[in-house]
Nanobody, 123 residues
Framework: VQLQASGGGLVQAGDSLRLSCAAS????????MGWFRQAPGKEREFVAV????????DYVDTVKGRFTIARDNTKNTVYLQMNSLKPEDTAVYYC?????????????????WGQGTQVTVSS
């Protein structure tokens, strides 16, 4: 199984980025897909998750109204649209896959993790 995250970069506060995570080696439509982030010196934090059907989503409070998670099961890809970025959004962002039968999955429910993509937001 491989989860390949991409789309990170260096942006200014208020800008937007879209992260992508391409999955292979698993039946993508059987998995809930999540995004996590980890800032330097901090613990990994849940950001967003989308159910295998794409019908349910959950977000951490700090990104509600700014970030949108989406998926395309025909492309085995999950996205994270990030708008109105803030310096506190700076982190390495990881995508992860959890079995579709668990909602809302806990962090320990995720079976597979990607390698991460760096997002840096300057003030």
């Amino acid at each position: 199984v491989q989860l390949q995250a991409s789309g990170g970069g260096l942006v200014q506060a208020g800008d937007s980025l879209r992260l992508s995570c391409a999955a292979s080696g698993l039946i993508f439509s059987n998995y809930n897909m999540g995004w996590f982030r980890q800032a330097p010196g901090k613990e990994r934090e849940f950001v967003a998750v989308i159910r295998w059907r794409g019908d349910l989503r959950d977000y951490v409070d700090t990104v509600k109204g700014r970030f949108t998670i989406a998926r395309d099961n025909t492309k085995n890809t999950v996205y994270l649209q990030m708008n109105s970025l803030k310096p506190e959004d700076t982190a390495v962002y990881y995508c992860a896959a959890a079995p579709g039968g668990l909602w809302v999955p806990e962090v320990n429910d995720y079976d597979y993790w990607g390698q991460g993509t760096q997002v840096t937001v300057s003030s």
